[in-house]
């Protein structure tokens, strides 16, 4: 999948807006995380205030190699391998990305 400028363009204004309303949008973000998702509630044991930088963070990195497709697969499969490692199934990230397109 090719993503034009017009779209990486959005992306990033998307993505600014996102982080001047950190507190708010991760706030809703676990809201909806879970009430999707209740069962989901277990993985998040520490601080949703540091796992929200930590999930800002990733975001930011796809976003930066977005458009070099082989280095952005590299960085969220490393991602993904530790996730399952943390007890995530395949199921959770359908819930987690309704969450996110809910927020």
């Known amino acids: 999948m090719t993503i ?8 990033r204004a998307s993505m600014r807006l996102v982080n ?7 706030a809703i973000f676990y809201e909806r995380l879970f009430e999707r998702g209740p069962e989901l509630r277990r993985l998040f044991t520490g601080d949703l ?10 975001l930011g990195a796809v976003l930066a190699q977005i458009h070099d497709v082989e280095a952005c697969r ?7 391998l530790r996730h399952v490692g943390y007890g995530v199934a395949a199921v959770d990230y359908a819930t987690a990305g309704d969450a996110v397109l809910a927020t």
């Open 20 to 26: 001047e309303r950190k507190p708010l949008m991760s």
């Open 4 to 11: 034009s400028e017009d779209q990486l363009d959005l992306l």
């Open 74 to 80: 590299d960085m969220t499969s490393d991602l993904a």
């Open 49 to 58: 205030v540091e796992q929200t930088d930590k999930v800002m963070f990733a």
